[in-house]
């Protein structure tokens, strides 16, 4: 039992890494980017290349599993989703669905179709027990890993989000961005900075869970309605909801695959269902901004 709990939880704090700049988006800039995935997908990508073809330890890859999807996404936001911050949530969708099929046909063309496999090393492998019987906790030494790190990381966000300058000036400039640039403030400077940083967790997400969740082409399309089950469930507050919510799921996700294997995902639409039918709106709701 508390094993099934622990994997749920290491499972949880992954999604949330994964998910949290997708949120961030979605909540705090008001866009729709479900190509949020392929970001991981190259931040899983680039870590299990540089460790097969350069021979770069895990490590060292980390590092630029967050810097080269927060650069891609730092171009691309000023290239190409910047324009679309104005128009309807029906044409970002689409846009972003549409290159969301460009990186896995991509994908699949430069570097193949097959599942790629990630040696970790010695000191990440194994697993430790505590306990006995039905209170044994079984340790695997990756997904402690996975929690330290993504606690690190969500405590480092939340930080920055509530106590710091640049935190304070994203809110200024979504809540309202004629009067955050009368301000001084450069919001497309924030934005950017905002948009690139989410891809990079993304990326960095991508890079943690490729041994856990599989890496291949179709990651982002795998993946993309769990990256929506986080945020519409969570809300799009804080990212107090999102992390909530990706909890949530993971150990919903693990014991329904453990106790009932044939139910599949089941388990996991059911508790969506009843948690948006009880708050639609999401676990969280953000209040006092101007639409």
Not at 76 to 104: C, K, N, W
Not at 123 to 147: P, V
Request: aromatic share 12%.
């Amino acid at each position: 039992m508390l094993t099934i709990l622990f994997d749920g939880i290491a499972y949880g704090m992954l999604l949330f890494i994964l998910a949290v700049g997708l949120a961030v988006t979605m909540g705090l800039m008001n866009f729709i980017n479900l190509a949020h995935g392929a970001f991981a997908m190259v931040g899983g990508y680039t870590t299990v290349l540089l460790m097969q073809r350069a021979g770069w330890p895990f490590l060292a890859c980390l590092p630029l599993a967050f810097i080269v999807p927060a650069l891609l996404g730092a171009l691309l936001e000023r290239t190409l989703y910047r324009p679309l911050y104005q128009r309807p949530h029906l044409d970002q969708v689409l846009f972003s669905i549409g290159l969301v099929f460009m990186a896995v046909a991509a994908v699949d063309y430069f570097i193949g179709s097959t599942q790629q496999n990630m040696q970790l090393p010695e000191w990440l492998k194994g697993r430790s027990e505590f306990g006995s019987g039905a209170l044994t906790l079984g340790m695997g030494h990756y997904r402690l890993f996975i929690i330290v790190v993504c606690a690190l990381l969500t405590l480092a966000l939340q930080y920055v989000l509530s106590s710091t300058r640049f935190g304070s000036r994203l809110r200024a400039s979504v809540d309202d961005q004629r009067v955050a640039a009368g301000l001084g403030i450069n919001v497309n400077v924030v934005f950017l900075a905002t948009f690139a940083v989410g891809s990079g967790l993304a990326g960095l997400g991508g890079a943690l869970g490729a041994e856990v969740l599989g890496l291949d082409p179709q990651f982002p399309l795998k993946f993309m309605v769990y990256f929506l089950i986080v945020v519409a469930v969570g809300g799009t507050a804080s990212i107090t909801g999102p992390l909530l919510a990706a909890l949530l799921l993971g150990v919903a996700d693990v014991a329904g695959k453990y106790y009932i294997p044939k139910m599949g995902a089941f388990i996991v639409y059911s508790l969506m269902i009843v948690i948006l039918i009880w708050r639609p709106q999401g676990l969280f709701v953000r209040k006092g901004a101007s639409k």
